[in-house]
T-cell receptor, first 113, second 116 residues
Framework: DTEVTQTPKHLVMGMTNKKSLKCEQH?????MYWYKQKAKKPPELMFV???????INESVPSRFSPECPNSSLLNLHLHALQPEDSALYLC????????????FGPGTRLTVT | AQSVTQPDIHITVSEGASLELRCNYS??????LFWYVQSPGQGLQLLLK??????LVQGIKGFEAEFKRSQSSFNLRKPSVHWSDAAEYFC??????????????FGRGTQLTVWP
């Protein structure tokens, strides 16, 4: 099974809402990633978790809060977002942080109103 | 820091024609090299990768890529394009060591349109 699942597929939220994005993989991978992708642009790395510890934070605003409760699950908690945060949020996983064969989920399309 | 250049924003080819997508990178040593494909509204799928060894690598869906160290290039090719190949293609590089281990650097992408 080489699948990374993400829920929800679509999310519309107001600027005062709190919501969470969820990502799950059952490939035994120990590295997980959050990316943000705007239309017609490449993915931008936000966070990297390695063995459930945050390894890389690409200076992401604190209104985005990642969490890795266990090796299979990755959450992204959202609070007080801005309209410019509307984007496709992609989750990925790899065997280890040094393994770049990253498997991507289908993404969550987020719209902030 | 790494940089990845995909000089072609948009390429249009006829179905059955050959395809070459260009990718150049800037890095002090040979990085890990990748091509990903993304269909509209979908995640990215790995087409192929180069770590070391044979400089011509085969991937899925009939794609291949050639690493040329002297030109810092990793161009993607396909001898005969199918309509289902229409998508966005991203070249990416990753560092082999250091604090940014695990960080992929993406090119801006090339949109491929296939005419029937």
């Amino acid at each position: 099974d080489t699948e990374v699942t993400q829920t929800p597929k679509h999310l519309v939220m107001g600027m005062t809402n709190k919501k969470s994005l969820k990502c799950e993989q059952h490939m035994g991978h120990r590295a997980m990633y959050w990316y943000k992708q705007k239309a017609k642009k490449p993915p931008e790395l936000m966070f990297v978790y390695s063995y459930e510890k945050l390894s890389i934070n690409e200076s992401v605003p604190s209104r985005f809060s990642p969490e890795c409760p266990n090796s299979s699950l990755l959450n992204l908690h959202l609070h007080a977002l801005q309209p410019e945060d509307s984007a496709l949020y992609l989750c990925a996983s790899s065997q280890d942080r040094g393994y770049y064969e990253q498997y991507f989920g289908p993404g969550t399309r987020l719209t902030v109103t | 820091a790494q940089s990845v250049t995909q000089p072609d924003i948009h390429i249009t080819v006829s179905e059955g024609a050959s395809l070459e997508l260009r990718c150049n990178y800037s890095y002090g040593a040979t990085p890990y090299l990748f091509w990903y494909v993304q269909s509209p509204g979908q995640g990215l799928q790995l087409l192929l990768k180069y770590f070391s060894g044979d400089t011509l690598v085969q991937g899925i869906k009939g794609f291949e890529a050639e690493f040329k160290r002297s030109q810092s290039s990793f161009n993607l090719r396909k001898p005969s394009v199918h309509w289902s190949d229409a998508a966005e293609y991203f070249c990416a590089v990753g560092e082999r060591r250091g604090s940014t281990l695990g960080r992929l650097y993406f090119g801006r992408g090339t949109q491929l349109t296939v005419w029937p």
